[in-house]
Every structure is written in C-alpha cells, then in structure tokens.
C-alpha cells in the first residue's frame, strides 16, 4: 500500500521516514513509553528498597530533626514514584480493548514525564541525605545542589538543546 492509497489515516510526521496509521503510530508510541517504564522502575524499586532498610540501622535513631523530616520526604517521593510507575500499567489495564491507545499515549506521556521529576528530587534529595548523614549539613546540601545541577543539565537542557539543533 503506498502513501496516497493511506490517504488520512496516517500520522506522519514529514520526513520522519514512517509511514504509519495511527494506530501503528499509537502502539509504537505505547511500547516507547513502557520501556521508558522499565528503566525508571529499576532505579525507583533500588532506592526505595534502600530507603527501607536504613530505618532499620542502629545509627537511624540518632539523626535529627532535619535529616529525619529528609528520609520521610524521601520515602514519600519514592512512593509517589512507583505509583505514579504504575499508574500508566493500571489504566492499560482498565481501559484494555477499549480503543483508546492513542489517549494511553497521551496520559502515559504525561505520567512519565511526572514520574521522572519525581525521581530527580528522589535522587536529588538521596544524595543530600547521604552527604548530610555521613559528613555534615552543609556537604549534604552542596552535594545536593550540584547533583540538582546535574539533574537538571541531563534530563533537561541536554534533551532541550537536541531539540533545537534538530529544529
């Protein structure tokens, strides 16, 4: 079938080097994004497992007010995270065969974009903590800041800045 016999049923995007309906497109675009998926829930289930433990040190009944409001702020991230992981699975799950794939796409976008600010403060405040714990409040905030930095400059502007040099 070549392009004109597809006539309005496709989704190009030109010069993309596709041709596809959009339902082709739709599916793709879910299997993208249950990827992405994949990857985030790896780093979220480490982290929260690590998260966990620690409660279970001897050394965590002596942190202080500050480093204790931190950890419960990170568990609260970290559970936010895997259930905001989840959420795109659940509705898969609920609107099954319900031909609405290209509203999945649209949510499941959105929800992973959440998904992954939420494990950049995770990571971000991981880090603050661990500095805060081990050297001191103002090695954790330092750390914490430049790992903010690196969050920012890899997950944001470097995406950013491929995009404009695309056009």
Not at 41 to 60: D, H, S, V, W, Y
């Amino acid at each position: 079938m070549d392009q004109s016999e597809l006539g309005d049923i496709t989704d190009d995007i030109p010069d993309d080097g596709r041709t596809e309906t959009v339902v082709q497109r739709s599916d793709r675009n879910w299997s993208d994004i249950l990827q992405e998926l994949r990857v985030t829930q790896t780093g979220t289930q480490i982290i929260t497992g690590f998260l966990l433990a620690l409660a279970f040190q001897p050394r965590f009944t002596t942190l202080d007010a500050f480093s204790s409001t931190i950890y419960l702020v990170l568990v609260c991230l970290a559970a936010t995270a895997t259930a905001l992981n989840l959420t795109p699975v659940s509705l898969h799950r609920w609107l099954f065969r319900r031909h609405v794939k290209r509203e999945l796409v649209v949510i499941g976008n959105v929800l992973l974009r959440i998904t992954l600010a939420t494990v950049g403060l995770l990571v971000i405040g991981v880090v603050l903590f661990i500095f805060d714990v081990v050297l001191s409040r103002a090695a954790g905030l330092v750390a914490g800041g430049i790992t903010a930095a690196v969050v920012v400059a890899l997950w944001i502007l470097l995406p950013l800045a491929a995009r404009r040099a695309r056009g």
